[in-house]
């Protein structure tokens, strides 16, 4: 049974930083290719970042240059580094398998961004 548990988020200035980490259980972790997720309030849940078994990343446009994703496959661990916080980051923030496995979502980890 696939187990994904998110953590690491909480309220943080416009222009501040966090680090949200994920560790999964029950999947062969360093050949899929994961993903964080997130979904605001009233809005779909979008991809926001992907990483490859090989580290090779991609960014959707709205998180470019600001966002990090990482993996530790040692750990079963994959993170987002979030830098220069936007408002619009509000979000709750899920890690998953790229594409997602959609019986398989965590609790998610709520990032909110004051203005």
């Avoid at 994961?34 to 580290?55: D, F």
């Avoid at 993996?71 to 936007?86: G, W």
């Avoid at 619009?88 to 998953?96: L, Q, S």
């Amino acid at each position: 049974q696939v187990q994904l548990v998110e953590s690491g988020g909480g309220l943080v200035q416009a222009g501040g930083s966090l680090r949200l980490s994920c560790a999964a259980s029950g999947i062969r972790f360093s050949i899929n290719v994961m993903g964080w997720y997130r979904q605001a309030p009233g809005k779909r849940r979008e991809l926001v970042a992907g990483i490859s078994s090989s580290g090779r990343t991609n960014y959707a446009d709205s998180v470019k240059g600001r966002f990090t994703i990482s993996r530790d496959n040692a750990k079963n661990t994959v993170y987002l580094q979030l830098n220069s916080l936007k408002p619009e980051d509000t979000a709750v923030y899920y890690c998953n398998k790229y594409p997602p496995d959609l019986g398989s979502w965590g609790q998610g980890t709520q990032v909110t961004v004051s203005s």
